[in-house]
T-cell receptor
Framework: DAGITQSPRHKVTETGTPVTLRCHQT?????MYWYRQDPGHGLRLIHYSYGVKDTDKGEVSDGYSVSRSKTEDFLLTLESATSSQTSVYFC???????????FGPGTRLLVL | GQNIDQPTEMTATEGAIVQINCTYQTSGFNGLFWYQQHAGEAPTFLSY????GLEEKGRFSSFLSRSKGYSYLLLKELQMKDSASYLC??????????FGTGTRLTIIP
C-alpha cells in the first residue's frame, strides 16, 4: 500500500460539465501520475507531476488539465466533459530504487 | 511509436504452469514491468527486469531478452486467485511507461 487515495471513487456527470478528480498521497512522493484505462487500449498516461507546480503532458492530454499546489494532492480536471472521457482513471506514484509505479484504487467516471 | 504486444486471453488449469509473452518495439528502453490486475481493481506490481535473464519471485518469474524485444511472465502452481489480467509495461524514459493492452488469464479447476 503506497498510501494513495482517490476521490470520488465513482462519478456520473453530464456532457459539458466540469469534473475534478483528486489524488491524495501521504508519503511525500515527488512523482505523481494520472492514467486512464479503456478496453482495448491498456493504461495511457494523461499528465504527470515531478513536484509542486511542476507538471507535464502525457500521451493523451487533450481535454485534461492538472494542478499540484501541494505535495500530497494531484488534481485532474476535465474542463468540459465529453462522452469519450468515460473511463477508469488511476493515479500513481513512483517509489523505490527501481522507480516502480504504484497505483491508487481508481475512479470510475461515466459521462452521459 | 511504441508497440507492446501480448495475447488478449489465456486459459490454464489449476496447479499447472502458464507463460504469458510480451514483445515490444519502443523508442528507448529503461526497464520492463509486469503488473497484475484483478477485475475492478487497481494494477499491482509483480516484477521488474532491466537486464537480460530471469528474475524469480516465489511462484512468479519474469524473463527479459533486450536484443529480441521479448519478455515473459511465468506463473507456477496456478491457483484460482491467479485469475486476473497481466499487464506488460515498458519504461522508455524517465517518466514514460507504456502499457500493453493486457492478457486476461482464466484459471479453471
Amino acid at each position: 500500500d503506497a498510501g494513495i487515495t482517490q476521490s470520488p471513487r465513482h462519478k456520473v456527470t453530464e456532457t459539458g460539465t466540469p469534473v475534478t478528480l483528486r489524488c491524495h498521497q501521504t508519503e511525500n512522493h515527488r512523482y505523481m501520475y494520472w492514467y486512464r484505462q479503456d478496453p482495448g487500449h491498456g493504461l495511457r498516461l494523461i499528465h504527470y507531476s515531478y513536484g509542486v507546480k511542476d507538471t507535464d503532458k502525457g500521451e493523451v492530454s487533450d481535454g485534461y488539465s492538472v494542478s499540484r499546489s501541494k505535495t500530497e494532492d494531484f488534481l485532474l480536471t476535465l474542463e468540459s466533459a465529453t462522452s469519450s472521457q468515460t473511463s477508469v482513471y488511476f493515479c500513481a506514484i513512483k517509489e523505490g530504487h527501481q522507480e516502480t509505479q504504484y497505483f491508487g484504487p481508481g475512479t470510475r467516471l461515466l459521462v452521459l | 511509436g511504441q508497440n507492446i504486444d501480448q495475447p488478449t486471453e489465456m486459459t490454464a488449469t489449476e496447479g499447472a504452469i502458464v507463460q504469458i509473452n510480451c514483445t515490444y518495439q519502443t523508442s528507448g528502453f529503461n526497464g520492463l514491468f509486469w503488473y497484475q490486475q484483478h477485475a475492478g481493481e487497481a494494477p499491482t506490481f509483480l516484477s521488474y527486469n532491466v537486464l537480460d535473464g530471469l528474475e524469480e519471485k516465489g511462484r512468479f518469474s519474469s524473463f527479459l531478452s533486450r536484443s529480441k524485444g521479448y519478455s515473459y511472465l511465468l506463473l507456477k502452481e496456478l491457483q484460482m486467485k491467479d485469475s486476473a489480467s497481466y499487464l506488460c509495461a515498458v519504461e522508455t524514459g524517465a517518466n514514460n511507461l507504456f502499457f500493453g493492452t493486457g492478457t486476461r488469464l482464466t484459471i479453471i479447476p
